[in-house]
Nanobody, 120 residues
Framework: QVQLVESGGGLVQAGGSLRLSCAASGRIFSINAMGWYRQAPGKQRELVTSITSGGSTNYADSVKGRFTISRDNAKNTVSLHMNSLKPEDTAVYYC??????????????WGQGTQVTVSS
């Protein structure tokens, strides 16, 4: 089995910074894209940012210039550095990864979610 375990998050004032981390463990042959999604109360889960195994990144317009995603392929980890946080960034943040458990088997995995709350 594969697990994604998140850490970080919490309460921060507007304009502050937070760092989220996610570590994948278990039966991993390779990891393709990794990313972060978020879900605010009453809203659908949305993609915040993603990064390929080669390091190409993609950001939602709402976080461009403020958030930075990075990954360590040797450690199977992905991090999200969030700067200039706004109250509208408040949400549960979920780590996501497309993981090959063998040459032929590929699955999408989710972390348990971590709360980020930005006070005004």
């Amino acid at each position: 089995q594969v697990q994604l375990v998140e850490s970080g998050g919490g309460l921060v004032q507007a304009g502050g910074s937070l760092r989220l981390s996610c570590a994948a463990s278990g039966r991993i042959f390779s990891i393709n894209a990794m990313g972060w999604y978020r879900q605010a109360p009453g809203k659908q889960r949305e993609l915040v940012t993603s990064i390929t195994s080669g390091g190409s990144t993609n950001y939602a317009d709402s976080v461009k210039g403020r958030f930075t995603i990075s990954r360590d392929n040797a450690k199977n980890t992905v991090s999200l550095h969030m700067n200039s946080l706004k109250p509208e960034d408040t949400a549960v943040y979920y780590c996501n990864a497309e993981i090959q458990t063998s040459l032929l088997d590929r699955y999408n995995y989710w972390g348990q979610g971590t709360q980020v709350t930005v006070s005004s």
